[in-house]
Every structure is written in C-alpha cells, then in structure tokens.
C-alpha cells in the first residue's frame, strides 16, 4: 500500500468529508445520496471509489456529461469549479483531500466491476471510457444519441440520390430569387439544399442569421418536390413553452413574409407549412409521474419531417428520447445557435455537433453535389477532402440581417463571441447608429435604473408592467376575453425588460436580487401585500409539472381574477359581475404556444421561484426589448464568454452592462467553457 493510499480517509472518512461538502452548498444532496447508497450495497469499496463516483455525480449537476480523470488529478479544485462561483473556502478543497493521488490509483479504485464497467453495456453504475467517468445513464444517452445520428449518416448516399439535380435546383431557384446579401454564398440556399439531400441536419447561426426563414424556405422546398403526391406530415417544435412561443410568433411573422403566390400552386404550398408550435415534451408524449416518454423507438413518431429549434438548450437525456423517436424514414432538423450556453441539464449536444461548423471541412464529393443540385460554391477554405461524415449535414449561416456594421449590440456580441477581450469595453461601441444601442455603467444606482428604467432613452424597467397591469386592468363586469386579453398584455409589457444575473449567490446573485427588487418595488407602492404570492409576481418553472402541463423556463405573472374566472367560468353571474378587490384571487396566468392563457392557482405550484432577476441560462429561448445583466464582485468559473454572449443575445434593441468592477467584461469574454462528454468518438468517421 502506497504511502498515498495509506493517508486517505476510509470510508467513514469519506462520508464524512461528503457531508462537509453538501452543508457548504458544494455538493448536491443526491451527489451524496448516490455515495451513501453504494456504500450500503458494496460496503468494500475501495473509499476513493466512493469519492469519485460523488464527483462524477457533481459533475453531471454542473452540465457535464462525465468526469475527466486526468483534469481531476491537474487541477482539482478548477476542474471541479469549487468552492463554486467565486466563494471563498469554507472546507476543505478538493485537492487537499486528492494530494498525492495517481492515475494508477484511481484506475484501481475503480478496478472493481460491480461498480464500474471499461464502455460496454451491463449494470455497473460508473462506467469508465477513454479516461472519462460516467454514470452509467449519461453512459447510455450518449451512445444511443451517437449511434441513432451515425446510422442517419450512414443513410445520405441513399437520400442524395433521391433528389432530381434539375428539379431541386429549379426549386431552389424560386425560393432564392435574389442574390445572397453581401455577396459570396447563399448559406441559408445551401442549408436548404443539405437538409433536403438528408435525412439529419444541423443548422446554426447566430440571432437575425434566418434561421426562421430558412427552415420555412426548407419546408416549401420538401413540400414543393413533393409535387401532386400526399403533404409531408411536418411538426415544429422547441424545448421549452418560452421558445415554443417565440418561434411560433417568429414562423407566423415570417409565413406571411414568404412570397409563395408567385410559386406554381403556391397557395396550396402555404397551407402545407405548419405554423403551430409545440414544446418537445408535449411531441415526445411526457407521462405525469413516470420516466420516458408515449414516443420512443417503439412507438415512433407520426411525421416525416421535423424541426427542433433552440437545439442548444436540450440536454442528453432528452436528445438521446428525440432521436430514437424520428422514425428513420424522417428528416430530423436541428436548429440552434451554438456559441450559446449549453443545457442546463448534462450535455452540450448542440456544441458537439457544431463543433467544426466555422470551417467547413465539405469533401469534394459534398462540393460537388451542391454545385449540381444548388448551383452554390463553397469557398475552398471550407473545403477538406478528409472531411468526416457529420461535416457535411452541418451549415452555420454566417450573415446576421438583425446586427448589421453599425449595430452596437452585434459588434459587441461577435467581439466577446471571438474572444476578442481587448475589443469588448463598451465605450469603444457606444453610439450605434440603429436602435441598438448600450449602455455601460459601473453599477452606481442600478436598482433604480432597474426598477424605473429611463423614458428619456425609451429604455424599460420593471415599473413598465406593474403600471400597465394597473392601468389596463378590465372593467367589473367585463367577459373573460377581456381578463384574457389583459393577461397577454401584461405579459407582453413584461418582456419589455429583463435584469439577468450570472450567479445565484452573493449580493449580485439571483436570490438576494429578487429579494431586494421585490423589497424596493414594495417601497414605490408598485407591488401590494406581504408575503410571497403578491400580485405582480413574475415567476418562473424550475422543473418540468406535467400535470399542470408547464415545462422548465415557462414564466408566468401573479395576477388578481375575479372568483368566477378563477372558478372556470365563462363570464360573471349576478354580484359577481362587480369583479371588485374584495372579489377577486391569485392566479399564475402562463401563455400557451397557441396563444391561450392558462390560470394556474399558486398553491398547485411546486417549482418555481420569482423572476424578476434571471440566470442568464435559464433566459435561454426568450427575447426581451431590453436587458440588463448584472455581474457578480468577483470573478467566477462562471463568467465566460458564453454567458456573456447569450445574454448579449437576449436583448432585441438594448444592452446594459451593469459591471461593479473594470475588467470582468474583458476576463469572461477571454474564458471559455469545456464541458465534458465524448459524443464527437461515436461520429468521427469519413463520409
């Protein structure tokens, strides 16, 4: 026994140095649990067996899909992002309870295979593969996702051929009458022309590229070589009711938009497109109370086309439900931005997928077959004749008709997406000639600019909803359409601004700034009443509540109904028609994707916490006129240029910086994030 091996905790030790961790708020509650119930099952563990499979299990909490073994043992404590966001330490640090450990230890500790398997299917709850450590159900999402996309791949040869090089073309050529903007290739033709030859395909790009418009050109396209034959059966969808609803604003703006008239039985082609969306879970078939979904590979989905937008944001598990879901007659289209941040869940499905997007990498068999099929060339610096299989199912659109030269918000969303920390203060981007616009601040009066906004630079604050709640609130008496009508508009008033936040903790954390926004709107007599449910409320679903039918990220706004709304009613009876103070209640009202309201009694509501102040991962999917992120006064693991960018992104026609220190900017926009998993060894393979 190594001397190492000697001076570490047993398994006591262990539980105990666990249990340290979880009261500091390092670890989770089920990281500890899952510690807790090995040791019960196989009380002869090796105890840094114990200790490892916590960690992989932290990591996971932390959107990673695995633990790396040789970052564990370089640097402990940044691998491990702790003590997290920045605290200082307040028990001991991961590297002081792994000094002295080696490679050769840990793969000992984790020899037993009743624990841990070497990537092969079987029982064991860890599963080691290429010096990675999974639990095994990460283990399991990950090659199921890996193997259903390689098999698609493994199919284009065969939808290639299927498409008539003329016919594509001429379509083509009705879809994108006009030259690309800027001049060089028309990305979003190209997109079209690569989904339509496949039956998977990846399409990226950042916020105003056309993601929208292309997948509806994409559409018409598919529809239209359909010819006289029987519609496509074709379904839209995005991961939460948030980004449901926003895209299906964006497909019926952009429908309208689309010039099909001038297209042979153009009418009847418009009519084919779907302009509905749903969330995932809703397509998937999510089952109150149990695991899995109605749709699985037993039981595929009924379509032979479907998009899934905001692909960023879905996690492995959920993925690895979706693609054994598409039967493999289907094409199955995702859209995303990938230089946004990943799920909250484990996995960054999305950024492995686009991971060589930027160049390319198009064999001259794919080059080829665009020329003849689009009539598009790809410059040769994207071309690559080692060029792997996924490359060429992947387009980034690379033109972004929402931030042009001149818009402040774009220049500084690509400054700090690149990395390019000395370009990123904010002065140097001030005075955009469009409406976009920033602001930068050093955080003095923030909460006031917060709450009040600035009607002088037409920018937002929260005052802006709570007076239009008031102000529009219905007549008594008044149907309840118009109650209805009030709820929208309240909530469209409230997406009018949004304060985003980096972490959860400390003075500028998510739960003090709730806290105290709540506590200064009270004092301005904007909010009224004590306690947690107060009319006004913005909230927002932590977790996914089937049986209310909400999904994680759905916001929803406190408001006072008259008692026979709340009741279900169609309209008021007798006194209830007055609708006076004395007669009314709380409901949550929450917007469907198909633009109903839904009123949700508080007390039915489990998990959700008030949004005046948002994680900018959990903003993911949404679009506010104006957004204020606030960073924290000192620096974090959390602080990368990820973040950064996508709350950038988030904001429509104003950005605020709302920055306590000079340099958290530029030190967020130089960091990357690295989340491990290994979905790229289940695809890397040659066309």
């Not at 960018?645 to 958290?664: D, K, V, W």
Request: proline share 6%; with cysteine.
């Amino acid at each position: 026994m190594t001397a190492a091996i000697a001076a570490r905790p047993d398994a006591a030790g262990v539980l105990a140095r666990l249990a340290e961790w979880e009261q500091a708020g390092w670890l989770r509650g089920v990281d500890r649990a899952l510690v807790r119930l090995l040791h019960e099952e196989l009380p002869e563990l090796d105890p840094l067996a114990l200790l490892l499979a916590a960690l992989a299990s932290h990591q996971a909490g932390r959107g990673h899909v695995c633990l790396d073994l040789d970052a564990l043992l370089e640097a402990p404590d940044r691998t491990l992002a702790l003590p997290p966001e920045g605290e200082a330490a307040t028990a001991v640090l991961p590297s002081e309870a792994l000094r002295g450990t080696t490679r050769a230890e840990l793969e000992q500790a984790l020899a037993d295979a009743r624990l841990c398997a070497d990537d092969a299917p079987g029982a064991s709850p860890l599963v080691r593969a290429r010096g990675q450590l999974y639990l095994r159900r990460y283990w399991q999402a990950e090659r199921r996702v890996g193997e259903a996309v390689r098999a698609r791949l493994e199919d284009a040869p065969a939808w290639r051929e299927a498409l008539d090089p003329a016919r594509t073309r001429q379509w083509l050529d009705r879809l994108f009458p006009a030259a690309a903007p800027g001049g060089g290739p028309d990305w979003q033709r190209i997109a079209c022309a690569l989904a339509a030859g496949s039956g998977f395909g990846v399409i990226t790009g950042g916020p105003g590229t056309g993601k929208t418009t292309t997948v509806l050109r994409l559409l018409a396209l598919l529809q239209g070589l359909q010819g006289d034959g029987e519609a496509l059966r074709i379904r839209l969808a995005a991961p939460t009711g948030k980004a449901a609803a926003r895209l299906n604003a964006s497909v019926g703006g952009a429908l309208d938009r689309l010039n099909l008239e001038a297209l042979p039985d153009g009418e009847r082609l418009r009519s084919r497109i779907p302009a509905g969306v749903v969330t995932l879970h809703r397509l998937l078939g999510a089952r109150p109370g149990a695991r899995g979904f109605r749709h699985d590979a037993a039981n595929p989905l009924p379509v032979d086309v479907l998009v899934v937008d905001e692909a960023s944001m879905i996690d492995l598990e959920l993925m690895a439900a979706l693609v054994e879901a598409v039967p493999r007659h289907a094409r199955l289209i995702l859209l995303g931005d990938r230089d946004q941040l990943a799920s909250v869940e484990a996995g960054a499905v999305m950024g492995e997928l686009c991971a060589r997007a930027s160049d390319g990498h198009y064999t001259p068999e794919t080059v080829a077959w665009l020329t003849a099929h689009a009539g598009a060339e790809i410059p040769a610096a994207l071309q690559d004749g080692a060029g792997q299989a996924l490359d060429q199912h992947v387009v980034m659109l690379r033109h972004s008709h929402r931030f042009d030269a001149d818009s402040g918000i774009g220049q500084l969303a690509t400054a700090v997406n690149e990395g390019r920390a000395g370009e990123v203060r904010l002065p140097t981007l001030d005075g955009a000639v469009d409406r976009l616009t920033l602001e930068a601040g050093d955080g003095r009066g923030w909460l006031a600019r917060v709450l009040d906004g600035d009607p002088q630079r037409e920018a937002a604050g929260y005052r802006h909803y709570l007076e239009a709640l008031a102000r529009l609130r219905p007549a008594g008496g008044a149907a309840r359409g118009a109650w209805e009508d009030w709820a929208r508009e309240v909530l469209q008033a409230h997406g009018h601004f949004q304060l985003l936040c980096a972490v959860r903790r400390g003075p500028r954390g998510l739960e003090q700034l709730n806290r105290r926004i709540a506590a200064a709107l009270r004092e301005r007599g904007l909010l009224a009443g004590e306690g947690t449910w107060v009319e006004g409320r913005p909230v927002i679903v932590t977790r996914n509540d089937y049986a209310l039918g909400l999904i994680n990220g759905d916001i929803g706004i406190a408001l006072a109904v008259p008692r026979w709304l709340a009741a279900g009613e169609d309209g008021p009876q007798g006194d209830a028609a007055t609708s006076g103070p004395e007669s009314r209640v709380l409901r949550v009202a929450f917007l469907a994707t198909d633009g109903r309201v839904r009123w949700i009694p508080p007390n039915r509501l489990e998990g959700v916490e008030s949004a005046f102040a948002l994680t900018v991962h959990k903003a993911q999917g949404s679009e506010f006129d104006h957004v204020a992120l606030i960073l924290p006064d000192t620096d974090s693991p959390i602080l990368t240029r990820e973040l950064v960018y996508t709350a950038i992104t988030r904001a429509s026609r104003r950005f605020t910086l709302l920055e306590p220190r000079p340099g958290r900017l530029e030190t967020a926009a130089g960091r990357r994030i690295r989340r491990g998993g290994g979905l790229h060894r289940w695809l890397e393979s040659s066309p």
